[in-house]
């Protein structure tokens, strides 16, 4: 369990890239979310933390729970995915 984000860790490990604006960063800045995690700050304070996952599902839940303070940098079908997904949301809203 500790080679990926989550316990739905299955198939190829990929690394996603999340950065947090610097008014989120002093919650996530002190937040372990995998043992293998890199992080590290921009000079506009944005921090940005690097972490390893196979089956996206956990990790897209704790991307939602920061937006809009939150940007998935890589890898662009995790992007693309929770784009999607808010996307969809808020149409069903509208």
Known sequence: MDET???FSSGPTQWAVLSFTAKRAQWVGREVWHPKQI???DADGRHYMK???SAPQELIMDIL???PD???E???ALRRHVKDLVSNWLAAEA
């Open 5 to 7: 984000y989550g316990v």
């Open 39 to 41: 992080t590290w700050r």
């Open 51 to 53: 972490l390893p996952y």
């Open 65 to 67: 729970r920061h937006l």
């Open 70 to 72: 939150v940007r998935v």
């Open 74 to 76: 890589e890898p662009p």
